[in-house]
């Protein structure tokens, strides 16, 4: 019986080739005679403090919009859901540009109404920006788990005689520690790898410094410290594996019917967070657009984004379906899957050095787009892998074996049964891996043939220059790719992790 | 005709089914029924080839698979009812039932039959549970299969749903005309359904008869507990059909070649019981079944026994009861275990 799935060959082939940035990385940083200095001290402690605040603020506000969007009976639920979870799928330097931007003085805030406003900046402007961004990893992970509670022991304890919010603090929160944890180590791996916001906020943290060092030619040095920033990031998950989840059985869970007041106070709490993670960035790019019409902008950019992007979903997809289906098929097959999902670990930065330096060895490589299309795969396989693992897997095993049954040769067993049924997930697959290529900052910036101009190097490059008023076009080009990516996010496909629907537990 | 020589299925070093022997009738109904974890699923699967086999052939008319010479499932012509259905969530109710057939008049036969007309153009997930089922059973029945297996067909269904689905599924393997193993783990659904009933007990058969003889002569006490009520009242065995106990004489059945002290194998249907304050036995406990009470009796010399009479029969806990034993035809005795 110790038959190898015909899907393993490849799988291992892909596994291995994804293995191939992190020792690249190994070799180029025993080149530095430079292990750890003072101001990396200084770097280690900024990306720490970043995290762990953002982490907090997340949870802070993550928790209680959990509480609220899973079991407060209002009107619009699931608007008000879609509306609490954008800011996840917008790039969080939109948000740290335009933040900058707008506030402080001389800011658009300033300029237009006269109000004094103070800074977004440092390591205080970082922490609001991520914090702003990431706090839908804790609230859709924690409402997910909140959803899958039975009510059952909500009421017992208010039939022994518990007020309603001691039951939430003492009942509810403790059995959903494991999707807290999960939404908060999900917020630590993004802000590890962020390059975009502490770039524009001018912190020190690892991704800024390392795109400061390959500017500076310090290549050896950029890899000594994307290897650092990775045992970070491999630590943040050792954690998150250790965290047990608990298998309850799932019931019909809590509804509450707020009154009045209640529901004015909740809207109060949630609109300053949506004014500034959503409405101030479409405004300040409203007002550009207004002031500066489309001035500097070329279609170009935009199509070279979707190109590229679009190489990446194809290949990504492709290479995705071997690993996914060698995932389903046995324990071996399983670990090949794990070291995909490292380049998704891996921050963009930390992936471009990488291949910056394959590319200086190969040199037919160096400076093509294949490059960059090959640091989208690495980075974003994990996607599509997920994505049409999650289809395959929810095959009924019993669809296949009652095909065969019929008469059914294996190949058409796969044609007519297998295919046609976990399509939506490749294509859902590949359209996220479309969606966060087109917004992916770090690796395009370093890895772009030389004038190959994206949206987001665009963006950049009219940040870096001061120009803000030309960033609109592009700016709100991305904002709408995000808008498509929450839409795609929402529509069921990836309802496993992230579950916005009504009645999973009919 | 279907037949199974010595079959037995291992999974890694356990024997799951051991030594299986089996032959079907043209039209015949076999129901096998035993405790979960028997192997009765395995059986299936292995007749269907979908677990590979470790000793044994199993053979068809056309086709014979041996653990050498594996016929996969798609060459042997076997219809499958799967307990979760599994039917093609994206293809249609008629598209279901046709998957891979060129010419649709039998499918729309079944569609009539099953009474499946108003969802022919549905998707399987509109449907309810027993529409499932009839959907699933006309599929296969449409693709003529040579033998039918049934992997426990009414498990996933409502109590009330079972009764009537079960008849109707009898009917349709009936009215097709195959041979079916119908796998079930509910005993009264095998007695009532099958012409032949197999009770298996850890991978083995321990008895393949019809369900009057297995009912009322089982080849050990396993089979006669598992079957329904049973008590045993110790009892000499005095003739060849003649038995002497406590209760009086009876006519009786040796198993095995039982004699000298013996059980006798006593249904609730087979005694009477009377309040008689002089009587031989003490009322334990008592359960109204609605048309019937069950009764718990210890007779004097501690024998439980349980008896079966009409409602109207009213004694309380604690009163003292006449059993006698009504029964004319004979019954099983077991070599009494020491």
Known sequence: MTRWPKSYPLALLIALLALVPVGVLIGLASDTAELFDAHNLKV?????????????????????????????????????????????????????????????????????????????????????????????????????????????????????????????????????????????????????????????????????????????????????????????????????????????????????????????????????????????????????????GTGGFEFSYAWNSTYASMLAALFAVILAVPV?????????????????????????????????????????????????????ILRFLPLAVGSVRSTAEGLDPSLVKAARLLGASPREAFQRITLPLSLRGMVAGAALVFLEAMRELPATLMLGPTGFETLATYLWRVYEAGYFGRAAIPGLLLVLMSALGLALMLSGERRAEFDVTEDRHR | MLKVNNLSVSYGSTRVVKNLNLALADDEVLMLVGPTGCGKTTILQALAGL???????????????????????????????????????????????????????????????????????????????????????????????????????????????????????RNALKAAGVPAIWVTHDQEEALSVGDRVGILKGGVLEQLDTPETCFSEPANRFVARFLGEASFLPAHMEQVNQVSTVLGPAPAVAVNGASGDVDLLLRPDDLSLILAPDGNGVVQWVRYEGGSRLYAVNLDDGTELKVRVSHENHVAIGDRVRMGITTTHPLAVFQREH
């Open chain 2, 51 to 169: 677990v590979p086999i470790s000793e044994g052939e199993i053979q068809l008319g056309s086709w014979q698979s041996s653990p050498s010479k594996i016929v996969p499932p798609e060459k042997r012509n076997v219809g499958m009812v799967f307990q979760d259905f599994a039917l093609f969530p994206h293809l249609t109710v008629e598209q279901n039932i046709c998957f891979r057939l060129t010419d649709n008049s039998l499918a729309d036969h079944w569609i009539k039959l099953l009474g499946l007309e108003a969802f022919r153009h549905a998707k399987p997930g509109r449907l309810s549970g027993g529409q499932k089922q009839r959907v699933a059973l006309a599929r296969t029945l449409a693709h003529e299969p040579s033998f039918v297996l049934l992997d426990e067909p009414l498990s996933n269904l409502d109590a009330a749903l079972k009764d009537s689905l079960r008849w109707e599924i």
């Open chain 1, 324 to 376: 996914a289906h060698a995932a389903i098929a046995g324990r071996a097959g399983r670990w090949m899957e794990r070291v995909t999902y490292l380049g998704f670990g891996v921050p963009g930065i930390v992936m471009g050095t990488a291949l910056v330096y394959i590319g200086l060895q190969l040199p037919f490589l160096y400076q093509t787009l294949a490059l960059l299309v090959i640091a989208y």
């Open chain 1, 44 to 292: 280690l402690t900024n990306t720490l403090l970043l995290m762990v605040f953002t982490v907090f603020g997340s949870v802070l506000i993550g928790v209680p919009l959990a509480l609220i969007t899973a079991y407060v009976q209002m009107p619009w639920r699931k608007l008000w859901l879609v509306i609490l979870a954008a800011p996840l799928a917008m790039p969080s330097y939109i948000g740290a540009f335009t933040l900058y931007a707008a506030f402080g003085p001389g800011g658009e805030i300033a300029n237009l109404m006269g109000v004094p406003t103070p800074s977004v900046n440092g390591l205080a402007g970082a922490t609001l920006v991520m914090t702003l961004y990431s706090y839908p990893f804790v609230m859709l992970t924690t409402r997910a788990s909140l959803l899958s509670l039975d009510t059952s022991l909500v009421n017992a304890a208010r039939t022994l005689g518990m007020s309603m919010s001691a039951c939430l603090w003492r009942v509810v929160l403790p059995r959903a520690v494991t999707g807290i944890a999960a939404g908060s180590s999900l917020v630590a791996l993004y802000t590890l790898s962020d390059f975009g916001t502490p770039a524009i906020m001018r912190l020190d943290t690892f991704t800024r410094v390392i795109f400061v060092e390959y500017n500076a030619f310090g290549l050896s040095q950029a890899a000594m410290l994307s290897l650092q920033l990775l045992v970070i990031v491999g630590l943040v998950l050792f954690l998150e594996s250790r965290v047990k989840s608990n298998h309850e059985k799932p019931g019909r869970h809590l509804s509450l019917w707020p009154g009045f007041w209640q529901k004015l106070s909740m809207l109060l709490v949630v609109m300053p967070i949506t004014l500034l993670a959503i409405v101030l960035p479409l405004l300040v790019f409203g007002v550009w657009l207004l002031r500066e």
